[in-house]
């Protein structure tokens, strides 16, 4: 009987085969960033210029797709790659910089300098970083390297960038040298003086250390990213932004299900679950309940059905993790997920995922097509007797569905409202069967593990929290995007180092984790770790992964009802303390930044916080107070001068503002026409007043006023 | 123009009709309540009330039941909405960058409020959660296309444009 | 039987089963934790968290009512905080009711106003924006005030778990929630049956029945109306509790004494009524057997039963025996038979029943049961109802001397009485239709296999060479249940007993509230008031409708004989369906 190991062989073989064919007659090849985020940034109307161009003839070129790179700031982006050239990334295109890049790179082998992250330099050194050689050997060749290149003083000449798996995981470390696109295999540090010396600077190709399978070099597409990736380890998004999720080929090529034909071949599902154990992976969805005890809970209860659900019902306003690695890589996830039935005995498994993610469910759909269709899903997979299909469940527009039984009521058809636990949905879930249910993210750190071991996974990160986390990073900082960092990491790390730190110099005030559920932690907690416990010591949570950070001119009270208002407009409803607790605190936040805010309101948060903390049903009113308990810990002043002093210092809440015109004023009457309900008066040359009582406080003068004469209070 | 909506609410009954021969007489039918009601919501732009009644009797789920699933999905709507949809991104970069002024202003211009539709029937006027993009914040979208880097003046632009666009190639 | 397991309670051990929730096994080791959504007969909910407690070890609060027991727990009822907790829940609660309790008709009877009382509510500190509803008064049997709902969701889980009927829902969410029926329609022109279960479990006034106790009032006042009352069985069974009786305390003729001093010139029996409705159905079985007639034949005494009928099985009315209820039957009687008797233009005669039931005030105003345009039952009010009105009069129940029914239609038999309990009608069917059939009586007339408050209850009887199978279903949602069956089985039973109500009218939606410490639909209460019944029926001389001389008189001197042309038309009726259709979901799961 044929291995299912053996038939993975097979398919991979065809695979690359047939990626060879389609890119090998093109020279240059194009990918373009199509996850939603890059689409709504507008890389549509870019691609349709690319493929305009193909269409008329007018360049030959291979062009595609790639998912979210993890760059929001800088998008879309573009990449083309040449046989004998640099790399190039392009950021921020636009049309015209598209046609450009057609006119100037493609036609006339001229880099678009304004446009291009990297590729300027006269050589271009990329080190695969991907999952599978996110390993000691490969960090220490890249430290020699940078320390020989610079002891050679060649920094003005070499780049050295990051590359996402290059496929080829067997040969690592692995160095691609452009433009000659040299590839090392199997590098040792030695090697690394050898190839400075030899092949930076008398420009000698090393042939011992040649990679040997000339056919994958074909295929090799390579992205470096910029610097901060050197903080940064992918595992999750190790094929977002690298391959094309909407061809199965590439994924096989970048070892997918791999770690599917390991399971079914050598492991039984008991050895499954202890390797995930072993890992110590947590719970990406916000808790970070022990995957594996999980696991082997759904799989010890004995039932005639099992259900495997996969939560994609990503509802933090600011976190679009799951979007992102669904768009790039779903496959991952549906790997992730077979096996995990195979673990726990099931042979069902569902996708819950937001309507509002059209992109995501179709890259969905069309993988999953593609894994029925290479007998990856369906009946017998690989010939191992093992059967598990999945079916796409949409949400439609509530956030409480991201709890889990709520998330089930749906699944069932029925309004989205928890019911008390126990039982857990590991002993009665869907439809009262045994249920094991994972966000994205957990699932998509499943194949990796079990390819490279619980061990493996279990040496990155701290003591209690292993491996790594997707955050999305936004709010008042220079790099926003997507990024992934091993646990561990401190806030100051990813906020100056990763982040780049805050636009304009602005002062930090505050990052918010956990989104909704999670808390505003201070400048005093900015070497805070990043693993689940030190952020709940801290008074926030990991959650599911958004961060926002907020600067010197947002006020902490404004953001924390923001977030309140969040929570209470998806309150479900069903439970007392969270559907009227949570209104009551919201009023009583209104008042405080409408300025009549009364003495003891601060209190009174607290003490129906706290209570709401403790009492609510399920875990959307269990930490719906937080924002507003870690604000009044963290910045508590700033309640109590809104509160007795009526003031925001922030100069954020506009009833707590007060325009006057100063000394400077010219009488030029700007701002007296600008005023939309003439509270201003003054002749001509003297200096005017603002009438306190008619004064709306629109800001309108303040921003008219060209002599600093309107002083903001 | 009567008889044209009869015919259409003729064409719309066929289709749901069609569709739902999918989840006659199958195990747990009532399970794909949300599914159905998303495809009345593709078909008829709204939860229609016939739909649902429809759908009671044909997978056998109380009409009630399924008026509380609907109104307790956001992603579900009730009404008959406008030509166009504008959804507001109230997420939280969108909101640092004022996006709660933009959908005042909206309001204003639209003489509506959110979850309903302007009064010549032109607009609905809905809030988003995120709409993933952030880096253009503060932003709007109208049917599929997002607007970004908005101000209350230049949102009332994009208003106007649209409107005229519109006009244009009628 | 679970095993045996020790639990701390506030650091006292106590030994108690295990496979039980926290508030279970404190019940019974005599701790009474606050409740407000959690209700023994229905799903839990644990959305109100009043009944939550401290668990050693967890995190947070958790809910009693949902909350299993594990060896070695160790539970706190009454630490400072929790105490506190618990009681800003209730304030959270009071702050967004309209808290007009001196003017409320559960003024005394709500749970709410109990519970704010013994949380020691003094102060409240959150009062902000209310929730604004309209009343929905639209109906005749149920009245409908969102404003006083506090979501504890009793009426959507009995409405949908016990009865079937699913007309409520929650809809909306957050605090938007709202309880409502499909499309936010008016409740007269939603599926409701009108059994008014929902009034019974709503701790508040939430839900009640359309008052007509001013109208009454105001009519007792009109010189120039002769005033006729009847009550129903079960009213007599329950009426003692809401003026402190136990339950189970028969209140029969200080029930006739009170209705006297009331105004009301003539007190008769619905009873009577229900040996008419035996003579006729039992007449009508006959027929049906020895006819080809259609089978099985369902009962029709169940206004909220029909209702449902008519919405949810139209398919079936060829299956519903014509036959008025006894109110109806008796109503119709009083506006013909005794108009003529005593000579008075039955216009000028005011018509009132006392029901224990809401839905007999949709029954009253049904077109189908006009008497040449006259109501056969003017007014219906229901067994609390006239507890107030005795109480608002000031009439002393509790001393009150007893008193004899009216003649001449105030005398009936044991048959009737038993009526008002589940598998009344049947029993008493039985006895008749038995001695009709073989022209011998009926000897052992007490079949036990259709009493008590089984859901479903199965019974055969010989007709001489004739077995007559039977089947006896209270509660709607049995109802659905048998009927889903004998659509698929027809000829598994010949006739079938049908009540709305659990335990039937005695358990019927005008009852008395439950009291301090009782629940509605309590099976004990249930029980007891059928207990009453039983015992009327056994001390009875007459205790076969065909012996009651009063209905041999009324047929010699009026209707003829049973199923006579003019019986017909005084005594039977008809039925059609009725929209919105009514859905029964296949397998009754819905939460």
Redesign the interface.
């Given at each position: 009987m044929v291995k299912p190991i053996e038939i993975l062989s097979q398919k991979k073989q065809e695979a690359i085969d047939r990626l060879y064919n389609k890119t090998h007659f093109s020279d240059k090849l194009i990918y373009v960033g199509m996850a939603?985020?890059e689409i709504?940034?507008g890389s549509k109307e870019v691609m349709e210029i690319f493929k305009e161009y193909a269409k008329k003839g007018l360049i030959t070129t291979y062009i595609s797709q790639k998912g979210c790179v993890g760059m929001?700031?800088l998008?879309p982006t573009v990449d083309i790659l040449e046989k004998g050239k640099m790399p190039v990334r392009y950021i921020k295109v636009t049309k015209d910089v598209a046609k450009k890049i057609v006119e100037e790179h493609i036609k006339k082998n001229q880099i678009v300098k304004e446009n291009a992250l990297f590729g300027t330099k006269q050589k271009s050194i990329v080190i695969c970083k991907g999952t599978f050689c996110l390993n000691n050997k490969n960090q220490q060749v890249v430290d020699r390297l940078i320390k020989e290149i610079k002891n050679e003083n060649l920094e003005d000449k070499v780049e050295v960038c990051f590359s996402s798996c290059l496929g080829f995981c067997e040969e690592g470390p692995i160095m691609i040298i452009y433009p000659d696109f040299i590839v090392y295999s199997k590098i040792s540090q030695e090697d690394v003086v050898r190839i400075v010396k030899e092949t930076l600077i008398d420009g000698k190709v090393i042939e011992d250390l040649l990679v040997k399978n000339n056919n994958l070099v074909k295929l090799v597409r390579v992205y470096g990213t910029f610097e901060s990736l050197k903080k940064q380890k992918k595992i999750v998004l190790r094929n977002c932004g690298v391959i094309d999720p909407e061809n199965i080929d590439e994924y096989l090529l970048m070892r997918g299900y791999e770690a599917l034909a390991k399971v079914l071949t050598f492991m039984t599902p008991k050895q499954v679950i202890e390797e995930i154990k072993k890992s110590g992976l947590r719970g990406r969805g916000g808790a970070g309940f022990p995957t594996g005890l999980k696991w082997e809970l759904t799989a010890q209860q004995q039932s005639d059905e099992k259900f495997v659900i996969c939560n994609a019902d990503e509802?933090d306003?600011?976190?679009?993790m799951d979007?992102s690695t669904i768009e790039g890589d779903p496959h991952s996830i549906i790997e992730g997920m077979i096996i995990g039935g195979y673990a726990i005995g099931s042979n069902k498994g569902i996708i819950y995922i937001r309507?509002?993610y059209p992109l995501a469910v179709e890259r969905l759909k069309i993988a999953i097509e593609q894994a029925r269709n290479e007998g990856f899903l369906g009946e017998n997979i690989l010939g191992s007797g093992f059967s598990f299909d999945i079916e796409i469940?949409?949400?439609?527009?509530?956030?409480v569905c991201g709890e889990e039984t709520a998330l089930i009521?749906?699944?069932?058809?029925?309004?989205?409202?928890p019911?008390?636990r126990?039982p857990y949905p590991s002993v009665s879930g869907l439809?009262d069967k045994p249920t094991l249910i994972n966000n994205v993210e957990t699932w998509a750190n499943i194949p990796p593990i079990i390819i490279l071991g619980g061990e493996w996974f279990s040496s990155m990160g701290t003591q209690k929290s292993k491996g790594t986390k997707v955050f999305a990073l936004?709010?008042?900082i220079n790099n926003?995007g997507l990024i992934e960092v091993p646990m561990g990491v401190t806030l100051r790390e990813i906020v100056y180092e990763i982040g780049g730190g805050i636009p304009e110099n602005k002062k930090f005030k505050a990052v918010q984790t956990g989104g909704p559920s999670g808390g505003c932690l201070a400048e005093i907690h900015l070497d805070t770790p990043v693993d689940y416990e030190s952020l709940t010591s801290a008074g926030s949570i990991m959650g599911s992964g958004?961060m926002?950070v907020i600067d010197e001119h947002?006020c902490m009270v404004a953001v924390s009802k923001?977030f309140l208002e969040f929570t209470?407009?998806?309150?479900?409803?069903?439970?007392?303390?969270c559907?009227?607790?949570t209104?009551?605190m919201l009023?009583i936040l209104t008042r405080i930044v409408n300025g009549e805010g009364k003495e003891g309101d601060i209190e009174?948060l607290e003490?129906?916080g706290n209570?709401i903390?403790?009492?609510?049903?399920c875990g959307l009113g269990?930490s719906a107070p937080n924002p507003v308990l870690s604000t009044i810990k963290n910045f508590r002043e700033e309640y109590e001068e809104h509160i007795k002093e009526k003031k925001c210092r922030a100069h954020f809440c506009t009833n707590l503002l007060t325009y006057e015109i100063n000394e400077k004023c010219v009488g030029c009457s700007a701002c007296k026409k600008v005023c939309p309900v003439e509270a201003i008066s003054g002749s001509a040359k003297q200096r005017h007043t603002i009438n306190q009582k008619v004064c709306i406080k629109c800001g309108a003068c303040w921003r008219v006023c060209k002599f600093e004469a309107i002083s903001r209070l | 123009m009567q008889k044209e909506n009869l015919q259409n609410d003729d064409l719309n009954l066929k289709s749901l009709r069609e569709f739902l021969k999918n989840f006659k007489d199958v195990p747990?039918a009532?399970?794909?309540?949300?599914?159905i009601?998303?495809k009345i919501q593709e078909i008829y732009g709204y939860l229609d009330k016939t739909a649902i009644e429809e759908v009671a009797t044909t997978i056998s789920?109380p009409t009630s039941?399924i008026w509380?699933?609907a109104t307790?999905?956001?992603?579900?709507k009730l009404k008959k909405p406008g030509k166009h949809i504008i959804s507001v991104c109230?997420?939280?970069?969108c909101?640092?960058k004022g996006a709660e002024e933009i959908l005042r202003k909206l309001k204003e211009e639209l003489n509506t409020d959110i979850g309903d539709v302007s009064p010549d029937g032109f607009f609905s006027l809905e809030e988003?959660?995120?709409?993933?993009?952030?880096?253009?914040a503060p932003?709007i979208m109208i049917d599929n296309k997002?607007y970004?880097n908005l101000t209350p003046q230049s949102v009332i632009q994009v208003i106007k444009e649209f409107k005229r666009k519109y006009k244009e190639q009628k | 039987m679970g095993k045996t397991i020790t639990i701390y309670v506030d650091n006292k051990p106590y030994q108690v089963e295990d496979n039980q929730t926290i508030m279970q096994a404190l019940d019974k080791i005599g701790y009474h934790i606050p409740r407000l959504c959690f209700h023994p007969k229905l799903s839990?909910?644990?959305?109100?968290?009043?009944c939550?407690v401290e668990v050693e070890g967890q995190?947070?609060?958790v809910?009693s009512c949902?909350?299993?027991v594990y060896d070695g727990m160790k539970i706190y009822t009454n630490s400072a905080d929790l105490r506190?907790?618990r009681r800003?829940?209730v304030e959270?609660?009071v702050?967004?009711h309209p808290m007009d309790c001196h003017t409320c008709d559960r003024n005394g009877t709500c749970e709410l106003q109990r519970l704010t009382y013994s949380m020691g509510i003094k102060n409240r500190?959150?009062v902000?924006?209310r929730k604004r509803y309209e009343k929905d008064v639209s109906f005749v049997s149920v009245i409908r005030d969102p404003e006083k709902c506090i979501?504890c969701g009793r009426c959507v889980r009995v409405c949908s778990e016990i009865q079937g009927v699913f007309n409520l829902t929650?809809a909306?969410?957050?605090?938007?929630?709202v309880v409502t029926t499909a499309f936010d329609m008016p409740m007269a022109e939603s599926v409701c049956s009108a059994c008014g279960q929902c009034v019974n479990v709503c701790p508040t006034a939430a839900f009640l029945e359309k008052n007509n106790t001013q109208e009454l009032f105001e009519k007792l006042r009109d010189p120039n109306l002769v005033k006729v009352v009847q009550f129903a069985p079960s009213v007599r069974a329950a009426i003692g509790e809401a003026f402190g009786f136990p339950a189970g305390t028969p209140k029969e003729k200080e029930t006739v004494a009170a209705l006297r001093k009331l105004g009301f010139d003539y007190v008769f029996d619905t009873q009577l009524g229900a040996d008419f409705t035996i003579m006729e159905e039992a007449s009508e079985l006959l027929y049906r057997l020895k006819n080809n007639g259609k089978l099985p034949m369902i009962t029709s005494c169940s206004a909220a039963w029909m209702k449902f009928m008519e919405q949810f099985y139209p398919e079936l009315i060829p299956n519903v025996s014509t036959c008025k209820s006894p109110m109806s039957m008796l109503g119709s009687l009083i506006k013909t038979y005794f108009a003529q008797k005593i000579n008075v233009d039955p216009k000028k005669i005011l018509s009132v029943a006392v029901m224990c039931c809401t839905a007999k005030k949709y029954e009253a105003a049904r077109p189908e049961l006009m008497l040449e345009g006259m109501r056969a039952v003017d007014i219906v009010i229901t067994t609390r109802e006239l507890a107030w009105m005795i109480k608002s009069a000031g009439i002393d129940f509790f001393n009150i001397e007893p008193e004899e029914f009216d003649d001449p239609l105030g005398i009936s038999s044991g048959g009737g009485a038993i009526f008002g309990a589940t598998g009344g009608v049947m029993e008493s069917a039985i006895r008749t239709a038995y001695e009709l059939y073989t022209g011998e009586t009926l000897l052992n007339i007490e079949i036990n296999s259709i009493r008590g408050m089984k859901g479903i209850k199965e019974g055969s009887v010989d007709f001489g060479d004739m077995r007559i199978n039977v089947a006896v279903v209270h509660g709607l949602g049995n109802a659905s249940k048998i009927l889903e069956l004998i659509k698929k089985h027809p000829e598994k039973y010949h006739f079938i007993e049908i009540m709305g109500c659990p335990g039937g009218c005695i358990g019927g939606g005008g009852q008395p509230y439950a009291g301090i410490n009782s629940i509605p639909l309590d099976e004990d209460i249930l029980m007891k008031r059928a207990e009453a019944l039983y015992g009327i029926d056994r001390k009875k001389t007459i205790r076969r409708a065909h012996e009651n001389p009063v209905v041999k008189r009324v047929y010699k001197e009026f209707l003829g004989e049973p199923l006579s042309e003019k019986a017909h038309k005084i005594l039977h009726t008809h039925y059609q369906q009725k929209y919105p259709k009514g859905i029964i979901p296949k397998e009754m799961t819905?939460?």
């Open positions: 939603s985020c709504a940034a929001c700031s998008e509802g306003p600011g976190a679009f979007r309507a509002e469940r949409l949400g439609a527009g509530a956030f009521h749906s699944i069932e058809g029925h309004r989205g409202m019911r008390p126990p439809f936004a709010g008042k926003t958004g926002i947002s923001f209470q407009n998806e309150s479900c409803g069903k439970c007392t303390p559907r009227e607790g209104k009551r009023e009174k003490r129906l209570m903390k403790k009492a609510s049903l269990q | 747990r009532e399970s794909n309540l949300i599914t009601l998303h789920v039941h509380g699933v307790f999905y956001h992603y579900f109230l997420g939280t970069a909101y640092i988003a959660r995120c709409l993933g993009a952030c880096s253009l932003v997002v970004g | 839990i909910e644990g959305a109100c968290r009043v939550i995190k947070n609060y809910a949902a909350y299993p506190r907790a800003d829940i959270l609660i702050d967004n500190h959150f902000g924006e979501l929650y909306y969410r957050g605090f938007k929630t819905l939460r």
